[in-house]
């Protein structure tokens, strides 16, 4: 009797380790489509020195709400 319910629930743990393996191998995928859709809508920029830049605000980075009139940029900058 006791053997039994040995191997029952030795077949529960595979079973319970096996579920929890495709979960991580498609949180995995999951992970790797965001991160290929986030890169999509990234535009990669290159400086150089000497060229005049503008910086988003705080509030603009963090999607802040302000007033109408606040400033967007700071800035320029020289690089």
Known sequence: ??????E???DVAEIIEEERDKAETELLKH????????EKMVRPRMFREGEM???????????????KW?????GPYII
Do not use: F, I
């Open 1 to 6: 009797m006791t053997l039994r319910r040995e």
């Open 8 to 10: 029952e629930r030795n």
């Open 31 to 38: 992970h790797r489509r965001l991160t290929l859709s986030y």
């Open 53 to 67: 830049v503008l910086k988003a605000t705080e509030a603009v980075m963090r999607k802040q709400h302000t007033s």
């Open 70 to 74: 606040a400033p967007n940029w700071e």
